[in-house]
């Protein structure tokens, strides 16, 4: 499996579930894939995981759900692979764009926090599902890159953080 296949079943996924319900969905629509095409769904996976792993991506995160621990991180970057490659692409260009995200804008209004943990296991529970058998602990590996420096301060400070992400900083203030 490469990148854009994976997008594909994450839209398919989109299409035939509702918002909550999408990494659930995807997991189901890959459990049909040939057992080597569900195993390297996981290592696309971990490879957006840690194409998504930056400082100003987490300061977003933090905005918007009050905190963000490094748990929390990977889920809300599980949340945003669950909104489709569109959404996921525009987050890493310019993370402050999530304040336009419709989702995002909801939670501001609701209090609600973003993020979802199943969407990390999608090839595992499919994996699982197809074979009876948990996924091979070698048929993925994970590796993320250095944090940026330049974001290397308090989330919390807004005089840090309300410069870098105007947007996020006033919707969620």
């Not at 629509?29 to 996981?42: G, T, Y």
């Not at 489709?84 to 890493?92: H, K, P, S, T, V």
């Not at 009876?132 to 250095?146: A, H, M, Q, V, W």
Request: net charge negative.
């Amino acid at each position: 499996m490469d990148k854009q296949t994976f997008w594909k079943l994450i839209e398919t996924a989109r299409s035939e579930a509702g918002p909550d319900q999408v990494a659930a969905r995807a997991s189901e629509l890959l459990a049909r894939c040939p057992e080597a095409e569900i195993a390297a769904a996981q290592q696309v996976l971990w490879d957006l995981l840690a194409e998504s792993y930056r400082s100003p991506l987490w300061a977003a995160a933090y905005v918007i759900n009050g905190g963000c621990s490094d748990d929390g991180f990977d889920y809300f970057r599980g949340w945003l692979l669950t909104q489709g490659e569109q959404a996921f692409a525009r987050a890493l260009a310019d993370p402050d764009s999530l304040a336009e995200h419709p989702a995002v804008r909801e939670a501001a209004a609701e209090g609600l926090e973003l993020w979802d943990e199943e969407a990390l296991s999608i090839a595992w529970t499919a994996y699982e599902s197809a074979t009876g058998r948990e996924l091979p602990s070698d048929s993925f590996t994970i590796s993320y890159p250095p944090l940026d420096p330049a974001w290397d301060f308090d989330f919390d400070d807004p005089t840090q953080t309300a410069p870098r992400l105007p947007r996020l900083s006033a919707l969620f203030d």
